[in-house]
């Protein structure tokens, strides 16, 4: 700091000889000339292009406005602008003031260029002056009096009388003011920057009370009069106030609000996210956003909260009680330490900059600047409040809902039941007296628990609150809670286990499915505190676990089976954990899902053998789904079974089959595993178990396209592997036709389609959105590989796989498809995938329509983690996009050009 104050103090010595002689006899003089020499370069360039003007740095030279009075054009309204900028850096930078004071200054500046642009623009027409009344709205950190050093102006021009001439007065404002010292924006005015520059109060009365969004109501939280005809402002103001405070009553408020919040914790990534004061965590955009949301909540009813400034803002929560005064004191200080950071850096060049610089020199010289002796120390400081911003959501917001429930004294809190509900409603919970008695229910006494419940659920509400149904993830918490309440590990492991606690709260506001799971097994969520331990289990692991479980219940079948279906259902729970987690993709997930079907049916198997003595050797046969090894969340098992033997064996074989089916779906605590056999041959007129040779005579005298087609999913899967690598062999011919499929089976199979795209829809379906049966859907997609091996699988035996990707990949590099083709089919299989699981797992039931708007669309959005700030409207149109491609591939793949 000092060799720069040096080198530019050089500079103006070449220019002005009265200045040495000047700075020995005025010490104060001499301390803010080097001051502002040390601080900024710009201001430095400016006094030297301006010999003499360090005289206005005196601590006794006049800061009144009369030279903005007499400025008549750009450069000496310019003039008057950096004299006056000067002097309040000199102040601030000698600790003559304060930020808040300094902020406000600077706005009184803005105000002042503002007014003198105005008049100069009015001038140039004189005959004009009596047609047209023109007020300027200073809006954001200019109305709020909160200015930086460097920073876009926000304004609204509101006008009376003949519009086109205000018009023409705004823009010839808003361009001098932009030459001399920094941009005007009107982008806040309605419609945006496609809006009308100018309008009068009427017209934005009509706006705001019927087009108007929450971050219009929220900006105007800062709006003020700040030039022109300071009456017609007020007149605006007066009118455009009161709509502030109704906003949080009207529909969908809630929605946006909460959009609003993910879209600033959305632009808290990237590289340089840490360095950024402004938009990084903790940073100054945290505790605004945050102040304003608790002003729109609770400014409705108590008019002391309607201030423009954050400090002010900070100021009339804490004595309200809505902010515990030590949290009040503590985001106050982290605020002015980061406005002060921000008009360090941006004094320097005088360029907009909200990022701590990255070399060595530029972070020594900041911390010099800021009166620290070395780099270390600001940084520290910097990290200290930042930690502490980065809780302001929890201090704002979830800790005195809770001492407003549990009336647990806190010094300077006195918020009501009444502003806890209101500001339950403004994070989005439906039923806030539901939410309220949910709280009062976990935190209620003077136990361990309820002090450890206390500790835990400010974090908790904030990850309910981010979520598409806060309502549902709380109740769920609390069901587990109960459940486990009084297990002496539960609450300690919430507490102390690291990303437990955060990681629960979402999967139980986010899924049904795995809340459901985990309420049958809530020891489960010891899964959550490593990500490998949510790493699938392997095929040869699960065998052996679920044979070992079966084997300590020999004598009893129902005991063992329930063993077997209790480590499923651990399974399905992790592979959710992990799917919610973002740690599985849609093609692992069907993998995990179908090796425990796998092991399940081999295990059940041979439990229902041993049960009935045992019988023929048998082997099941996985199709569909299962057999791809693609399973979905919501899968049934789709097989066939085989035994090797005579047909005098059958009774026996049939026995076994109809025991293990219904030990799978048997009621009790595990969920159930349907076993499905309706693509046997002859459907389901036919037996539900043949022999090896039965299948074979089968297939060759009366197979179908349809079962041909059904066959080439089949995959051994349970049972006796001999006997199912024989079955494969024998259906060989059946699925990969020597000569592909004749003519009359091509018309058979397209026939079928088409009775399958017409007839199967679910009655009240929507067709475009169905992901399984709409246009470019999962059967689209499937029909088209089928046929693509069923007509090439013979000759090139690549393609004999059960998988779809492996087939479609398969056909790509044999040149049946073109990489536009496999590209489009690719895409839209995936998605349909992910968006069937996100079904299943958002809903807790089976469902195949993605729905187009609403909670639920929501909630699967968020279960695929997508990000936060997406319009789901945009999602619904990418699956449309992707389907459609899917469809016209697979119209000219099935149905030929």
């Given at each position: 700091m000092s060799r720069l104050a040096d080198r530019q103090l050089a500079r103006l010595r070449e220019t002005d000889d009265e200045i040495d002689a000047a700075l020995s006899e005025d010490s104060g003089l001499r301390e803010r000339v080097r001051a502002v020499l040390g601080a900024s370069d710009a201001l430095g360039d400016h006094l030297v292009a301006n010999p003499g003007l360090w005289r206005a740095l005196a601590p006794g030279a006049s800061t009144d406005m009369d030279e903005f009075d007499a400025a008549t054009d750009r450069d000496s309204l310019r003039s008057a602008y950096r004299r006056r900028l000067l002097q309040i850096s000199a102040d601030d930078l000698t600790?003559?003031?304060?930020?808040?004071?300094?902020?406000?200054?600077?706005?009184?500046?803005?105000?002042?260029?503002?007014e003198a642009a105005m008049r100069i623009a009015r001038e140039q027409n004189p005959a004009e002056h009596d047609t047209a009344r023109l007020a300027i709205i200073a809006m954001g950190k200019c109305g709020a009096r909160e200015l930086n050093y460097v920073s876009d102006v926000d304004v609204l021009f509101v006008a009376e009388g003949d519009l086109t001439v205000a018009t023409s007065w705004a823009v010839a404002t808003m361009t001098l003011c932009g030459e001399v010292a920094w941009p005007v924006d009107a982008g806040l005015r309605p419609e945006g920057r496609s809006g009308a520059l100018v309008r009068t109060v009427d017209s934005y009365v009509a706006y705001y009370e019927k087009w108007a969004k929450t971050w219009e109501f929220q900006a105007l939280l800062k709006a003020r009069p700040a030039a022109g005809d300071i009456e017609l402002g007020d007149e605006w103001l007066e009118v455009a106030s009161p709509l502030i405070w109704q906003t949080v009553e009207s529909s969908g408020v809630v929605d946006e609000i909460r959009v609003m919040r993910r879209r600033v914790v959305s632009a808290l990534?990237?590289?340089d996210?840490?360095?950024?004061?402004?938009?990084?965590?903790?940073?100054?955009?945290?505790?605004?956003?945050?102040?304003?949301?608790?002003?729109?909540?609770?400014?409705?009813?108590d008019s002391k909260l309607r201030v423009t400034s954050t400090m002010d803002a900070l100021d009339a929560l804490t004595d309200g009680g809505y902010l515990a005064r030590t949290d009040g004191e503590s985001l106050r200080d982290s605020y002015q330490f980061l406005r002060t950071v921000e008009h360090r850096l941006q004094l320097q060049k005088l360029r907009r900059t909200h990022r701590m610089p990255d070399d060595a020199p530029s972070r020594h010289w900041l911390a010099r600047v800021m009166g620290y002796?070395?780099?270390?120390?600001?940084?520290?400081?910097?990290?200290?409040?930042?930690?502490?911003?980065?809780?302001?959501?929890?201090?704002l917001f979830y800790r005195p809902l809770l001492e407003a429930v549990a009336e647990v004294p806190a010094a300077g809190l006195r918020l009501t039941p009444d502003a806890a509900r209101a500001r339950l409603v403004a994070l989005g919970f439906e039923d806030p007296a539901g939410a309220l008695r949910h709280i009062s229910a976990l935190i209620a006494g003077v136990s361990r628990t309820a002090a450890i419940q206390r500790t835990l659920l400010p974090v908790l509400l904030g990850e309910f609150a981010s979520a598409p149904e806060p309502d549902r993830g709380l109740l769920a918490y609390r069901k587990v809670s109960e459940k486990l309440g009084r297990t002496p590990w539960y609450l300690r492991l919430l507490r102390d286990g690291g990303p437990i606690a955060i990681r629960l709260a979402r999967i139980l506001a986010t899924s049904r499915y795995a809340t459901d799971l985990?309420?049958?097994?809530?020891?489960?969520?010891?899964?959550?505190?490593?990500?490998?331990?949510?790493?699938?289990?392997?095929?040869?692991?699960?065998?052996?676990?679920?044979?070992?479980?079966?084997?300590?219940h020999r004598s009893d079948p129902d005991a063992a089976i329930s063993a077997v279906r209790a480590i499923r259902r651990r399974e399905l729970l992790r592979i959710a954990f992990a799917d919610l987690r973002g740690l599985l993709d849609v093609g692992q997930v069907g993998t995990a899902l179908s090796d425990v079907t796998d092991a399940v049916l081999h295990t059940g198997l041979t439990i229902a053998r041993r049960d009935l003595g045992d019988g023929p050797s048998m082997a099941i046969i996985g199709l569909g789904r299962l057999g791809g090894r693609e399973n979905s969340y919501a899968s049934d098992a789709d097989?066939?079974?085989?035994?090797?033997?005579?047909?005098?064996?059958?009774?026996?074989?049939?026995?076994?089959?109809?025991?293990?089916?219904?030990?799978?779906?048997?009621?009790?605590?595990?969920?159930?595993?349907?076993?499905?056999?309706?693509?046997?041959?002859?459907?389901?007129?036919?037996?539900?178990?043949?022999?090896?040779?039965?299948?074979?005579?089968y297939y060759e005298r009366w197979s179908s396209g349809w079962e041909a087609q059904a066959l080439l999913r089949a995959r051994h899967c349970a049972g006796d592997a001999s006997l199912g690598a024989r079955f494969l062999e024998a259906i060989a011919p059946v699925r990969y036709p020597e000569e592909g499929l004749s003519g009359e089976q091509l018309v058979e199979l397209r026939r079928i389609k088409a009775r399958v795209d017409t007839e199967r829809l679910p009655r009240g379906a929507d067709r475009l959105t169905h992901v399984k049966l709409g246009?470019?859907?999962?059967?689209?997609?499937?029909?088209?590989?089928?046929?693509?091996?069923?007509?090439?699988?013979?000759?090139?035996?690549?393609?004999?796989?059960?998988?779809?990707?492996?087939?479609?990949?398969?056909a790509r590099t044999n040149e049946l498809l073109t990489t536009t083709d496999h590209e489009y089919l690719t895409e839209s299989w995936l998605l349909a995938s992910a968006i069937r699981n996100a079904l299943t797992l958002a809903r807790g039931a089976a469902s195949d329509q993605l729905p187009r708007y609403g909670s639920e669309l929501a909630a699967i959005l968020a279960v695929l983690r997508r990000p936060d700030d997406e319009d789901p409207g945009s999602f619904v149109d990418e699956y449309l996009r992707v389907a459609r491609h899917a469809h016209g591939v697979a119209e000219r793949v099935f149905y030929g050009d």
């Open positions: 600790g003559d003031g304060d930020i808040r004071t300094v902020a406000a200054r600077l706005s009184d500046l803005a105000d002042a260029t503002l990534s990237g590289p996210t840490e360095n950024e004061i402004k938009l990084g965590p903790g940073g100054l955009r945290d505790i605004e956003f945050a102040v304003q949301l608790m002003q729109l909540v609770h400014g409705r009813s002796t070395g780099s270390d120390e600001l940084r520290a400081d910097w990290r200290r409040h930042a930690s502490a911003t980065r809780r302001l959501h929890e201090k985990l309420m049958r097994d809530p020891a489960a969520l010891r899964l959550l505190a490593n990500d490998e331990d949510l790493r699938p289990q392997t095929p040869r692991v699960l065998l052996d676990g679920m044979a070992a479980a079966a084997d300590r097989v066939l079974f085989v035994y090797d033997g005579e047909s005098s064996e059958a009774g026996m074989a049939t026995a076994i089959v109809d025991r293990l089916r219904a030990l799978l779906v048997a009621r009790g605590a595990e969920p159930p595993l349907k076993v499905d056999v309706d693509l046997r041959p002859e459907g389901r007129q036919g037996p539900i178990v043949r022999s090896l040779s039965a299948y074979r005579r246009p470019g859907g999962l059967t689209d997609v499937e029909w088209s590989v089928q046929l693509t091996q069923l007509q090439n699988a013979a000759r090139l035996t690549s393609l004999r796989t059960t998988s779809t990707m492996a087939a479609l990949e398969h």
